[in-house]
């Protein structure tokens, strides 16, 4: 039979109220009634009802994060140190990926609602409208990388625009002149701002903007893949590609390879975001750096900073900053470069 809460409480001689307690952390026990009661709940293998205890505190030791994806090196950096920091404060982490569908972040928002003490969301298509809608203003809420018009959320952003300008800088800088994108999946914030970045760059350099070195793509390695191999075929093919992302650049490179197109000499390559694996690549990828688990654990104290002053938390809205990582694939054999 499984051990209650009034289990216990006879075995210690005290009542409902204080086990209640000692397990919640609350209200006046004496260390020897504390021991005296988790001693005995050891013994008999109690586990505190998880619903009830939320019920009773208003607090589930439960915090959320809800991601546009959960497949790739970005975002299971993102999770490992959010983990790493919720694991810290002793509390729980509830993941959720949206898929990019309004409807699906709607009913995900809707699904963390009143099972966690606070939520952390990495979006491109949510909005205040979307989150007064669905969430209580009383729960608290870190946006990450996300574009709401609203400065009554905690926000973190990188500088996607500032960081894809150096980049694209960095290249011109070394003779290359006619330079390609691959773009992020579209109506997407982060590839917006890096194709704005891109085209910032050009203009400052007195270069041509042209839509036909603007490649569609959507992060994937695949993609990189088939934007590379349309590169290729150009009549006045670019010296240099960059991508909106190091996935999208590991596949460019890999169908530059398949072609027998050399990297850098032939073709210099770089991407946006440093993941972990960019430095064993052969060559070394050149990218902007991104420091991604970090993101996890910037939002996760910012969060838990909100949770934890309630009413007297100070609401910020801050810029991550980026810096390149210069590696072999665009030929310059330099580190931490920024230009």
Known sequence: MKVTIKDVAERANVSIATVSRVFNKSGPVTDQTRH???????????????????????KTDTVGLLLPDLYGEFFSEVI??????????????LVSSSH????????????????????????PHIDAATLNANLPKSLPVVLLNCYVKDSSFDSLNIDNIGGAHQMVKHLI?????????IKGTEQNYDAEERLSGYRAALREANLEV??????PGDFTEEAGFQAAKKILVLPHRPTAIFA????????????????????????????????????????????????????????????????????????????????LVVRESCGIHETNNDD
């Open 36 to 58: 005296r009661v988790l001693t005995i709940a050891r013994d008999l293998r109690y586990t505190p009802n998880a619903s009830a205890r939320s019920l009773s505190t208003s």
């Open 80 to 93: 490992r140190g959010a983990d790493q920091t919720v694991q810290q404060y002793h509390h729980h982490l």
């Open 100 to 123: 990019n569908n309004r409807n699906e972040i709607e009913a995900a928002l809707r699904v963390m609602r009143g099972r966690v003490d606070g939520l952390v969301i990495m979006s």
């Open 173 to 181: 800088q070394h003779n290359h002149t006619r330079i390609a994108i």
């Open 210 to 215: 042209s839509a036909d070195l603007e490649f």
């Open 244 to 323: 909106s992302n190091d996935s999208m650049a590991i596949g460019a490179i890999s169908a530059l390879r398949e072609s027998e197109v050399q990297v850098p000499e032939e073709i210099a390559v770089a991407g946006f975001d440093d993941i972990p694996i960019s430095k064993y690549m052969k060559p070394g990828l050149s990218s902007v750096h991104v420091p991604i688990s970090n993101l996890g654990v910037l939002a996760l104290e910012r969060l838990f900073a909100a949770v934890t002053e309630k009413d007297n938390h100070i609401k910020k809205q801050d810029i991550i900053t980026t810096e």
